[in-house]
């Protein structure tokens, strides 16, 4: 099983390797480099010990307990110890502006850190947090890196050569933003609980490479020069399987992909209320699904992908009612003009749609979505901006009411996460939703399961009866996989694990 090179294909460009940055192409790679305390069992959600030995949460939930494993080392021969932990952990939760690093928003209601002695660590919060121990097995919120990288600025730690972890892999090389090469640790010994060996990882090698076009990922797979491929195309998936190789789909627990609307603008339409439910009853999400994807995508029912704990049912918010979207818009005052798009006071109501350069289906997704909308009154023009150009745009450009996207992570406290306005933020509400900041409060307040999940559902009721969320479609990452890999497997968000993976010859 031991030896050899795997070659792995993703569409998208690599950016920044900040610790937090959550790309898709990236965090591929950085999953194999740096560890966490907890490892989270992506089939039953279970959270399990890693770097720590074992853990325990005090009874008033407001401090967390961390017995570190012994003879964990950092790729640089230094020691795994309660004070690099806290070095990692004072900067996701308390930021560094000094360095340039802002806080993370996962780490919500952090407290601060206590080291009292090399291999105990004491996390507080000044808020009981019933998501929080999650947190400890995030990829991008928790991920332990070596003294030398976390003294750096933010400009050292986006260098991933700078990048110093525990996990059995390291960086051989880098090319821009287009490759990187890892190789096997030689001492690691120290896998998550379930893995399938102890020692070092079987490959001797991985070359993950950014290759955008679709057709080269798929006959790369056929012709052996590429072992996997990132996000096949739904139209390339039976091409995949008939070549001889698998597919394998893996629904992404947290936030459902959506059209984020973005309420910056007080002169946007979307400030209507009436506007953004006739959008959502405008979207036929299973036609979506039945067109341009395939039955590896889920069709939404909640704010959350299916399988996420303790998600809600926003089945009633989400059903397609053409009629429905038309007499919401009527009553907005938007009639229709002599081509069939709506206007009010001589303006058209017209929307500059973006293509999310982060997911290979967007394109066809929203050109669906177009025609759609078009079937209520309201005109869509699709732009395809460049990953640089859109996250430009998203930042300043003064027509960008709709961003897709998701977070994901294996917890309802996601939502949080996403939209408290002292977090995410991501409706970007120049006031404040204060009703769903005191709801999304409360569920992280809930231990009770049954509870719990009460109080979720409360928190989506608020952001479908506001219409701040348009889902478009479970998110999904499918890989193509040859016929000569084995034990290919990712964490519980969909991102590659490759320590069990191995090559027959």
Known sequence: MSGGTLTFYDPVEYAAWKPTNSLWSNSQVTNNLAERLVWQDPETGELKPWLAESYQVSDDHLSYTFTLREGVTFSDGTPLDSEVVRLNFDQHGAGDPARGITKDPFWTDYAGTDTPDPRTVVVRLSKPNAGFLQVFSNYRASSILGRSTVERDLNGQSDLRNWVGTGPFVVESVSGTSGVTLERREDYNWAPEGSGHTGPAYLE????????EAGTRVGALQSGEAQVARNVAPYDEETVTAGGGALEAFPVQGETNDLTVQLFDPQSPVQDKNVRLALQAATDRRAINETVLSPSYGVPTSALVSGTPLRGDATDYLTYDLDKAKSLLDDAGWKPGADGIRE????????????????????PVLEVLQSQWREAGVEVDLTSPSLTEYESQLASAPDFYFSQGQTSTAEPGVLRTAY?????NVTRNVVPDRTLDDLLAAQSAEFDPDQRQKAVQAVEDRIFSEGYSIPLYDETQVFGIASNVHGFATESTARSWLYDTWISQ
Do not use: E
């Not at 090698?205 to 955008?212: G, L, T």
């Not at 929307?351 to 982060?358: G, I, T």
């Not at 408290?420 to 995410?424: E, L």
């Open 205 to 212: 090698r991985i070359v993950f490479k950014s290759v955008p």
């Open 344 to 363: 009010k006071d001589g303006k058209r109501l017209s929307f500059n749609l973006r293509v999310a350069p982060y997911y290979q289906v967007s394109q």
């Open 420 to 424: 408290g306005s002292d977090r995410q």
